[in-house]
């Protein structure tokens, strides 16, 4: 992190009182920046009001948000922006006094260089032990609490695997623990649905646009760790990493394919337009 605003004021500490700290009481977003253009930011902006609204926290506007992220953007480099938005500071006890104001964190931090390598070689993937379970309440949106994301990139330590796999208790294969996952098995498309857990990433939906107006299948149902030697093709994508192919997963590995590739030229070709200019 190099720089962050608090509540509209430059500022790097927060109350050991707020309800982010104490239980995860809050949502987050994390955006994209280059040449000042905030990518997809329409699309974040819903996912955070959404995310409120689900537990009941009173949003912040778009103008705060975009006059805050104006304070820390200053120069035309690649950034990683993260938006966060706690209930605020409130007593001891789960109990959430309704009349808590939300404290509001926007945060600035360097950009990763091998994005593009990684989107250009693919990367290699491995199935992480600790399972994901059905929460409907809270599926689809980024709450703060990331226990179960946490312990999971924590099962490796070193360069071998870029990004982990999570399942369900049936070993079905859902996301990865930053990222969702797409996977192609008989020239179909699939993708697990969000609705019981998993979220609903921002680049998932632009993939699943696409594809529809490519006229490809793409099913959002649940892939079982079974499937995996007949997958043909393999991605996963988030927000900040695009649409990076998987080379490998455990002991299958993949080739790139053509669908990939053009989903990877359609996002270069469209992320201008779907990008808010600060």
């Known amino acids: 992190m190099i720089k962050s605003i608090i509540n509209s004021q430059s500022a790097s500490n927060i109350s050991i009182e707020d309800r982010a700290f104490q239980y995860g009481d809050g949502v ?18 819903q996912r955070l009001i959404a995310g409120c609204k689900k ?47 939300p404290n509001i964190v926007v945060t600035l931090n360097d950009w990763s260089g091998d994005i593009q390598q990684k989107q250009e070689a693919g990367i290699r993937i491995r199935i992480c032990q600790h399972r994901l379970v059905i929460n409907p309440t809270l599926a689809g949106i980024k709450h703060l609490n990331r226990l179960d994301q946490v312990i999971a990139r924590n099962e490796w330590h070193n360069s071998d695997f870029d990004e982990g796999i999570m399942l369900d208790l049936n070993d079905n294969l859902l996301e990865g623990t930053a990222s969702n996952l797409f996977a192609k098995i008989n020239n179909q498309w699939h993708t697990a649905a969000v609705q019981d857990c998993a979220v609903a990433g921002v680049i998932r939906a632009f993939v699943l646009e696409q594809l529809t107006n490519k006229n490809k299948v793409c099913i959002e149902n649940k892939m079982n760790k079974s499937e995996l030697p007949l997958i043909e093709e393999m991605f996963v994508c988030n927000s900040v990493w695009g649409i990076v192919p998987v080379t490998q997963c455990e002991e299958f590995e993949f080739s790139t394919g053509n669908d990939t590739r053009d989903l990877q030229k359609e996002m270069d070709q469209q992320v201008d337009s779907r990008s808010y200019v600060i």
């Open 28 to 45: 987050f977003e994390t955006i994209a920046v280059d040449n000042k253009k905030l990518q997809f930011w329409s699309e974040h902006y």
């Open 55 to 101: 537990l009941a926290i009173t949003p912040p506007s778009e103008q705060l948000l975009l006059e805050d992220i104006r304070q820390l953007v200053t120069d035309e480099n690649q950034y990683v922006v993260k938006l966060i938005v706690s209930r605020g500071c409130g007593g001891r006890g789960y109990l959430a006094d309704s009349s808590l104001t």
